[in-house]
């Protein structure tokens, strides 16, 4: 089973950015579909973007364009460029991993998942 570890989040104030990456290991990471959630405090745990096996990406409508998904197999890594921060993206980020083929949107879609790295923006 696939081991992921976020890294790259912070303090940054409103129309900061940030990019946030998600080391993996254990596994081949480019068997798997990929995924950027995050929760905020008393919210559920909700879909930022979902990248699939062959690059095809999936983003919430709240992200407006501001947010890009991507991966590097060869590093093991998948990315979230995050520009035009507000303060309602304060969360912690979660980067989830899934075996099975085909973009997942749903938290229940993966079974992998890291421990997450806090985003907070201050306005």
């Known amino acids: 089973q696939v081991q992921l570890v976020e890294s790259g989040g912070g303090l940054v104030q409103a129309g900061g950015s940030l990019r946030l990456s998600c080391a993996a290991s254990g596994s081949v990471f480019r068997l798997y579909a990929m995924g950027w959630f995050r929760q905020a405090p008393g919210k559920e745990r909700e879909l930022v973007a979902a990248i699939d096996q062959g690059g095809g990406t999936f983003y919430a409508d709240s992200i407006e364009g501001r947010f890009t998904i991507s991966r590097d197999n060869a590093k093991s890594t998948l990315y979230l460029e995050m520009n035009s921060l507000n303060p309602v993206d304060t969360a912690m980020y979660y980067c989830?991993?899934?075996?099975?083929?085909?973009?997942?949107?749903?938290?229940?879609?993966?079974?992998?998942w890291g421990l997450g790295t806090q985003v907070t923006v201050s306005s």
């Open positions: 989830a991993a899934s075996i099975t083929a085909g973009l997942k949107v749903t938290p229940n879609g993966y079974r992998s």
